[in-house]
């Protein structure tokens, strides 16, 4: 295992679960943080790989901001998920960057899944179940897709902190990369 990557490796899993934790406990994750830690990782690829690591290093803030930029001006994440994905770019590089945000898609689909199951143990939930049915019957029918927002007090309506998605999914990238 070469230095620099236990290096940038240590440094990005400080950036995430400390934004993680942020999120959880906030539901919002600080610019400061975000900006250091981006700041952070153009530094260090600076200093380890020279003029290709700052360019490899903006490549990966913009490939990080541009795939989760539709999903924040869509509604399903917030700004500060994007731009946390935005600075993991800067210490894993455009290539790296792309599969932890489909990692952590993943992992914030499974506990979106989870979410939804919660509805059909907790009595005082309002179900999604109906909406999700008039949701396809739509499609299939017009073969329009028809987007029907939760409501109130149903579970999809809450929203989770997706940062935490993002620690799992980038952490699960690091650890196959150093095992394989």
């Known amino acids: 295992m070469r230095p ?5 490796s240590g440094f990005v899993q ?10 959880l406990h906030q539901r919002r994750i600080p ?26 290093a903006l490549y ?3 490939a990080g901001l541009a795939v989760l930029l539709p999903g924040y001006l869509m509604g399903f994440t917030g700004a ?14 455009p290539q790296n960057v792309l599969i932890a945000a489909l990692a952590s898609i993943l992992v914030g689909g499974v506990i979106a899944l989870g979410f939804v199951a919660s509805a059909l ?12 049915s008039l ?18 007090g149903e579970v999809m309506g809450r929203k989770f ?12 990238l690091l650890v196959w990369q150093w095992v394989g």
């Open 4 to 8: 620099e990557y236990l290096l940038l």
């Open 14 to 23: 400080l950036l995430i679960w400390s934004a993680a934790s942020w999120d």
């Open 31 to 56: 610019n400061l943080l975000v900006m250091a830690g981006a700041a952070t990782g153009i530094l260090l690829q600076g200093v380890l790989a020279g003029p290709s690591g700052v360019l490899a």
């Open 60 to 62: 990966g803030l913009a």
């Open 80 to 93: 500060g998920d994007a731009k946390l994905m935005a600075a993991i770019g800067t210490f894993l590089g």
């Open 121 to 132: 143990f907790q009595p005082s939930a309002v179900s999604p179940w109906s909406r999700y």
């Open 135 to 152: 949701m396809f019957r739509t499609l299939v029918t017009t073969g329009k897709p028809l987007y029907l927002a939760p409501k109130e």
């Open 161 to 172: 902190p997706f940062a935490v998605s993002i620690a799992i999914g980038t952490t699960g």
